[in-house]
């Protein structure tokens, strides 16, 4: 019933950018704390960014403030990652998750929805 779908990943070049979408359903969005995770073979999942379900506060990982920009559109179920001024160390399968009254949303331990995950490959 619950379902995050991300699309929108691809193969970009360093300074590039990138929009991803993450289309929810079977919950009310404005109701969950959503955001974008990341994770690189071998490596463990890390936060990118998120929107608190108390207040809407956005929340970034301090190495993607000023270049990525998360937003959502509770109407649409929709949540997305505008990435900028990309760099191969962004390639990653980048996760959409949700989490029901969530506020400090940068945990991926703290999440209970996920989707399957796009891949973003930043290389010239």
């Known amino acids: 019933q619950v379902q995050l779908v991300e699309s929108g990943g691809g193969l970009v070049q360093p300074g590039g950018s990138l929009r991803l979408s993450c289309t929810a359903s079977?919950?009310?969005?404005?109701?969950?704390?959503i955001g974008w995770f990341r994770q690189v073979p071998g490596k463990e999942r890390e936060g990118v960014s998120c929107i608190s379900s108390s207040d809407g506060t956005t929340h970034y990982a301090d190495s993607m403030k000023g270049r990525f920009a998360i937003s959502k559109d509770n109407a649409k179920s929709t949540v997305y990652l505008q990435m900028t001024s990309l760099k191969p160390e962004d390639t990653a399968i980048y996760y959409c998750?949700?989490?029901?009254?969530?506020?400090?949303?940068?945990?991926?331990?703290?999440?209970?929805?996920w989707g399957k995950g796009t891949l973003v490959t930043v290389s010239s």
């Open positions: 998750a949700a989490d029901p009254y969530g506020s400090s949303c940068l945990e991926p331990y703290g999440m209970d929805y």
């Open positions: 079977g919950f009310a969005l404005d109701y969950y704390a």
